[in-house]
DNA sequence: TCTGGGGTCCTAGGACCC
DNA sequence: TCTGGGGTCCTAGGACCC
């Protein structure tokens, strides 16, 4: 079944037509804020977490960029930056509310969409559909029926779709094709891509590769010592501008969390112990709700170095059992506080998810 | 300036089994 | 007396994304 080299080079070398939209809302968080308060507009808001606390910048409003405020940023610098910057709380339930009826017009045509968060999706437009015309009659629609605007990138994969879109915010348009593609790909920077973090391109900068054309000039062994086999095979396809196929199986999620940063650093076991107990509650309370069972539990602790540690179990069998759950967790935690050393952030979570159609045929060969 | 919370995916070593 | 090779599961850490 599976592809050979020269199969797959000969489709690669074929012109590819555009196939693929990337949709990504502006300042999107901010932006619902704006919409539904007029005296925030034309003023920086940031959505995030609160300066007093610890919080960082969740998205910002173009105002607010203007100051040097971005996301992730800790929202005590953003208040730095702009004192005068109204913060206000994440509203989750609305903005989810607001991206239910933007799925709803991206798919009017029979288009599938594959959503990336709340607020960007990829957009596969139906056989015989041309991209930028349904791009346009997208954005046309959000504007029209949600009050928001967007931009949009089209191209003939989904990492350059995406590049595309990031190329004229807000409000952008942006078609690259093959031929585009071979004009800004040699000089476009390595991170700029998807998947390329700080990490990747710092590590890469120390070597001197830090442009598509320095990495296709650098020899493979070099590379792959640097990188390793699985993410030199990545990056040769990003940088090349070739439809990166990796599949991104169900949307079912994968595992459910809960963590929470303290609004000072913490000490005592049993107080540890008993913030645990709380989350992993609420672990307990999403699994019951949503029907599902798991088989391992993690504990996760950030000591106030920063330092991010993890301690897991995984059971025989899959369970929604409070008592389980927390009785794997309880201790899991113990091994990682002392009692002496501050902890700045405790999470409980739960992997290997299964399903109630999953169990129904558990319960089959069980019977 | 002092670093969120929710996730996904990948890697690597050791245990264990055949 | 020395010691295979492969597969899978578990655990831990880390990069990255929004």
């Given at each position: 079944?599976?592809?050979?080299?020269?199969?797959?080079?000969?489709?690669?070398?074929?012109?590819?037509?555009?196939?693929?939209?990337?949709?990504?809302?502006?300042?999107?968080?901010?932006?619902?804020?704006?919409?539904?308060?007029?005296?925030?507009?034309?003023?920086?808001?940031?959505?995030?977490?609160?300066?007093?606390?610890?919080?960082?910048?969740?998205?910002?409003?173009?105002?607010?960029?203007?100051?040097?405020?971005?996301?992730?940023?800790?929202?005590?610098?953003?208040?730095?930056?702009?004192?005068?910057?109204?913060?206000?709380?994440?509203?989750?339930?609305?903005?989810?509310?607001?991206?239910?009826?933007?799925?709803?017009?991206?798919?009017?045509?029979?288009?599938?969409?594959?959503?990336?968060?709340?607020?960007?999706?990829?957009?596969?437009?139906?056989?015989?559909m041309d991209p930028v015309t349904l791009a346009g009659r997208i954005k046309g629609d959000i504007l029209r029926e949600v009050g928001l605007t967007c931009s949009v990138g089209v191209s003939y994969a989904r990492p350059l779709a995406k590049l595309a879109s990031e190329r004229e915010k807000p409000d952008g348009f942006t078609v690259i094709d093959q031929a585009a593609a071979r004009a800004m790909l040699p000089d476009l920077p390595l991170g700029d891509l998807w998947g390329v973090g700080p990490r990747t391109v710092a590590l890469l900068a120390r070597h001197g590769i830090e442009t598509c054309a320095d990495f296709w000039g650098t020899p493979r062994e070099e590379l792959l010592t640097l990188l390793g086999p699985g993410r030199t095979w990545d990056l040769a396809l990003l940088t090349s501008g070739r439809p990166l196929v990796r599949e991104r199986s169900t949307s079912r999620a994968k595992s459910i969390s809960r963590e929470t940063t303290l609004t000072q650093d913490a000490r005592d076991p049993a107080a540890l112990d008993e913030l645990l107990v709380e989350m992993a509650e609420h672990v307990v309370d999403r699994l019951e709700r949503e029907g599902l069972a798991a088989s391992t539990v993690t504990v996760k602790i950030r000591y106030s170095n920063f330092r991010t540690l993890t301690r897991?179990?995984?059971?025989?069998?899959?369970?929604?059992?409070?008592?389980?759950?927390?009785?794997?967790?309880?201790?899991?935690?113990?091994?990682?506080?002392?009692?002496?050393?501050?902890?700045?952030?405790?999470?409980?979570?739960?992997?290997?998810?299964?399903?109630?159609?999953?169990?129904?045929?558990?319960?089959?060969?069980?019977?």
């Open positions: 079944m599976s592809e050979s080299t020269q199969e797959r080079q000969l489709r690669v070398s074929r012109p590819m037509g555009l196939s693929v939209i990337h949709l990504d809302m502006d300042a999107f968080y901010a932006a619902v804020e704006q919409r539904d308060d007029p005296t925030l507009r034309g003023k920086p808001v940031v959505v995030g977490g609160s300066p007093n606390a610890r919080g960082v910048v969740s998205t910002c409003s173009y105002e607010a960029r203007r100051f040097g405020i971005h996301s992730a940023m800790p929202s005590s610098r953003a208040r730095d930056l702009c004192p005068s910057a109204i913060f206000l709380p994440s509203d989750f339930s609305k903005y989810k509310a607001v991206a239910r009826q933007i799925r709803e017009i991206m798919g009017r045509d029979g288009a599938m969409v594959e959503s990336l968060g709340l607020d960007e999706a990829f957009v596969h437009p139906p056989p015989g897991s179990r995984t059971f025989g069998a899959a369970t929604s059992e409070s008592s389980q759950i927390l009785g794997a967790a309880r201790p899991l935690l113990a091994r990682l506080v002392d009692g002496s050393t501050g902890v700045r952030l405790l999470g409980a979570g739960v992997t290997d998810l299964v399903y109630p159609d999953d169990l129904r045929q558990v319960r089959l060969f069980g019977a």
